[in-house]
Nanobody
């Protein structure tokens, strides 16, 4: 079983930056996709970014259009940790950010961390961007 924990959220003014961390334990992430989602109050879960630690899938890294050019996803296999560097934050980025480890590493965004995929989710970290 894989345990996933997010950290690094906080309160920041518009235009500022934050770096989120996603730490995993229990299994290797070598063949996994690490995926970031976010969910704002009253809204559905939204895909943010994904990376594969296998390094052989051309699909990755992949970003949602809303964060392209502002967010950067990366990973440190030695620490079993992934990162989401968020620059140029906007009030609409305010949400709880979740990390998911997907052992299938699909090359289609619609299949990332779907039910019955044996994926593992963290409990989320709050990001609040003030105007």
């Amino acid at each position: 079983q894989v345990h996933v924990v997010e950290s690094g959220g906080g309160l920041v003014q518009a235009g500022g930056s934050l770096r989120l961390s996603c730490s995993a334990s229990g299994r290797t992430f070598l063949h996994y996709a690490m995926v970031w989602f976010r969910q704002a109050p009253g809204k559905e879960r939204e895909f943010v970014a994904a990376i594969s630690w296998s390094g052989g899938i051309a699909f990755y890294p992949y970003y949602a259009d809303s964060v392209k050019g502002r967010f950067t996803i990366s990973g440190d296999n030695g620490k079993n940790t992934g990162y989401l560097q968020m620059n140029g934050l906007k009030p609409e980025d305010t949400a709880v950010y979740y990390c998911c480890a997907d052992p299938n590493a699909p090359a289609t965004v619609q299949l990332l961390c779907v039910p019955n995929s044996s994926s593992y989710w963290g409990q989320g970290t709050q990001v609040t961007v003030s105007s």
